[in-house]
């Protein structure tokens, strides 16, 4: 019974690892990318601007904001060839222009519509794989919850994200038991786990007091 | 009983050199020695994942559970030695006994007003100098446990959206290369996992499926997302 139990949790530890670790990569890469604002070029850089006019604006574009605001310029958005998620949309309201922001990963957008002309200017960037990663390791993140999320794969990613992080938390605890198991190899990981957390836990005092 | 120290059948063949034993058996070694390590690392940042992906956990709660503390307090005049924006924020706060990583949050414009903000784990302090009466307003902001864990996962001193931030906090430099060192960490834990599982010939296709599988997925999202919209 528990060899069976053994074998069970060290199959599920190797494979849950294995599908989970592309993802756990594109999260530890993308911690050097953010802890040091450092966003190597792997492709192209390209930044390209295009102008569109005629956009059918909602009438009461002017009196929305937050989520209602972006719900009403997704179909605009959706007509000028401008998918992902929208970011935080300024209003400038002497100007009658709307700034929006829209996120693919590894390509940022920033479009600009006159609203009394009812034209827009989009701007877009190639941001690469570095960019596309540093994105995904912060979506959604905690800050406007109401406006985020707007885009399908973001959410999706989401789930993604929330599954890798549950994941780790099996994964290591598994692999607690596995090496638990190990009767020769207990000593040593237990003075590791204690200088481990020694490392953590002081870092936090002296960061914290 | 199988175990995860056990030389595998690669490793008991007659040609198998002995050095590729040893690093099979420190690889594996390693692993779980890393992983060790790096526990509770990995579980602070994987909570703290979840939770700063779901904002609006009531449980996490922290800045609207914060306890605030509002002071005037005065300072003696900066002199001419301090110099530029850094320097003096830097003596304001020696003189208010703070210490943390400054956060640039307002354009000066007012060469006698001069506000800014520190932030350590667990507190956040808003200073509002006034250099003509050499008077300084402070709030000082507490947050809980989870607003310290969260705190955490981000302070780094830089930000990717924001060029004027920059480490400024020797102990800001030493949490920033810490992450590295996680980063760097879980890195190898996942190359040294392929290593070990593709030492196990009967688990290579459903671990190759598994990994395909993750690959695909994550490759959607990284790279496949750019192409297709």
Known sequence: ???????LI???HLYLGLFSSPFVLV??????????????????DASTTRVVSGLLLPANLQTLSGRPLIDALKPVLEKAEVPGEVGFVQHLVKEEKLIIPV??????TIVTINIA????TIVTRETGLAGAMATLHRSPGEHAPAIRMNWFYLK????????????ILFISVSGIYLWYVLRAERRVGFVLLFAGALSLFGLAYVLSH | MCSA???????NSPAASRLRVRLERWNRKLHYYAGLFLLFFLWLFAVTGLVLNHPTWSFAESWSKRTDTNSERAITALGPEVKGDLGQAREIMKQLGIEGEILWTTIRTDANQFDFQVRRPGHYYFIKA???RNHVTLRHSEVNLWGVMKVLHVFSGVSIDDPRQSRDWALTMVWAYSMDAVAAGLIFMVLSSLYMWWELPQKRVPGAVALGLGSLICGLFVVGLRWLF
Request: net charge positive.
């Open chain 1, 1 to 7: 019974m528990r060899g069976r139990f053994y074998r």
């Open chain 1, 10 to 12: 060290r199959d599920l």
């Open chain 1, 27 to 44: 999260f530890a890469i993308s911690v050097f990318f953010l802890v040091h604002t450092w966003l190597p070029k792997f492709g192209s």
């Open chain 1, 103 to 108: 996120t693919v990963p590894g390509r940022e």
């Open chain 1, 117 to 120: 002309s009812r034209g827009a």
């Open chain 1, 156 to 167: 999706a990613w989401r789930w993604l994200a929330d599954t890798t992080a549950y994941l």
């Open chain 2, 5 to 11: 120290t056990e030389p595998t059948a690669a490793a």
């Open chain 2, 130 to 132: 006034d250099l003509a």
